[in-house]
């Protein structure tokens, strides 16, 4: 319990990835979280066949992509705290938005105004946090200036996201 909640200090850049050493059975954890969490944010969106086949491709274009990186880097020893590092994050990010979801779904069962425009501006809230946390924890692994930590973590967030985004569009 106690390496998760350093993990999560990351969320409020607090630690260095690269001073916590997750357990491989720690990191399949938070993968089983991530994938039962996704699963279920995205089957809240749109067909639950569809946000199951998008989160799988999310998780491995998290794991290619991760890992290409620090093969190029050549610093694939720090693969499993990176990955764990993102991804413990990035499963705090989700939680709050299946929060999101739920206070979007009560905002419209009980006719409120601007249901919409609060869910969306939590959204796009948390999609810029979710920015910060990942550059933040490549400047803490790589030594990398601010913007080049966040040019890195938004080719992350397209490769993660996006990609598989337009591969179900299509």
């Not at 998760?4 to 059975?25: M, Q, V």
């Not at 999310?58 to 610093?75: C, D, E, G, N, Y």
């Amino acid at each position: 319990m106690s390496l998760l909640i350093k993990y999560l200090a990351l969320c409020w850049f607090r630690n260095n990835p690269l001073d916590l050493t997750p357990s491989k059975s720690f990191m399949w954890k938070t993968v089983i979280f991530y994938l039962i969490s996704g699963m279920i944010v995205e089957g809240l969106i749109a067909d639950p066949a569809d946000g199951s086949l998008e989160v799988m491709l999310r998780t491995i274009m998290a794991f290619s992509s991760i890992t290409v990186l620090l093969i190029l880097l050549k610093k694939r020893q720090y693969f499993y705290q990176l990955f764990t590092a993102i991804f413990i994050c990035e499963n705090f990010i989700m939680t709050l938005a299946t929060f999101t979801e739920g206070l979007y779904f009560w905002m419209v069962m009980n006719h409120r105004e601007k249901a919409e425009e609060i869910s969306i501006s939590i959204g796009a809230f948390l999609v810029l946090w979710y920015l910060a946390i990942v550059a933040y924890i490549l400047r803490q692994v790589f030594f990398y200036d601010r913007a080049a930590s966040l040019v890195l973590a938004f080719g992350y967030f397209v490769l993660t996201y996006g990609l598989p985004m337009l591969f179900m569009d299509i």
